[in-house]
């Protein structure tokens, strides 16, 4: 494996390049999305932000997703990075999503240091229009995961993540809708939708900046 420190440098000098974005998005986008005219984000669109944080733990880096509580809501019961919505207070899309990350699963704010960021993504289902931002620690994070937002704290492997043995496609039930999507079996979880469409691109992005 490559040493932690040469990696972080490798993401941070390739996130400053063109991304893949809508190229990457689509390998893991739904039928639907693919196939229908989604809307466009609009004035009452929600700014939002995620935070991929990647840590070192035993030779290995890893990064944590989240386990939304089943609720009645467009993503309960869903995996996903942790993140929310932007609040007044934020001066920027970075600071939402390391407030978002401090509140949902305790990452100690001083610890994380900022590579960039992946392309906005627009969801419709929630109207939110997310901002993915990468950052990294120098060690494993201490979880203390908020139970009303996270259910549980899931961390996976990046060499889990870059394995394509774990890409599958199903018909999802999706509050009493059929959905034709693709995924991702990360350990006993299927994540789809659009935290699978930023784990294409982060995919894209770890596979260009080692060449």
Partial sequence: ???????????KKRLQEPLPGRIAHEKMASDARLKLKMPSPSERTRES???????????KIYIPLILRPQYDGVHGGQMAFPGGRAEKEDE??????????????????????????????????????????????????????DAREVDKVVEVA???????????????????VEVDAPFYQIQEHVVWGATAMMIAELVAVLESSNN
């Fill in 92 to 145: 920027n899309l970075i600071r939402t999503a390391m407030r978002e990350a401090q509140e949902e699963i305790g990452v100690r704010l001083t610890d994380v240091k900022i590579l960039g960021k992946l392309t906005k993504l627009f969801i419709p289902a929630s109207n939110f229009y997310v901002q993915p931002v990468i950052g990294f620690m120098n060690h494993k994070p201490d979880f203390y995961p």
């Fill in 1 to 11: 494996m490559i040493g932690f420190v040469p990696f972080t440098e490798n993401i």
């Fill in 158 to 176: 990046l060499d889990e993540i870059l394995n394509p043995d774990i890409i599958g496609r199903k018909v999802l039930n999706v509050r009493g």
């Fill in 49 to 59: 932000a995620v935070l991929i944080l990647f840590y070192p733990e035993n030779d």
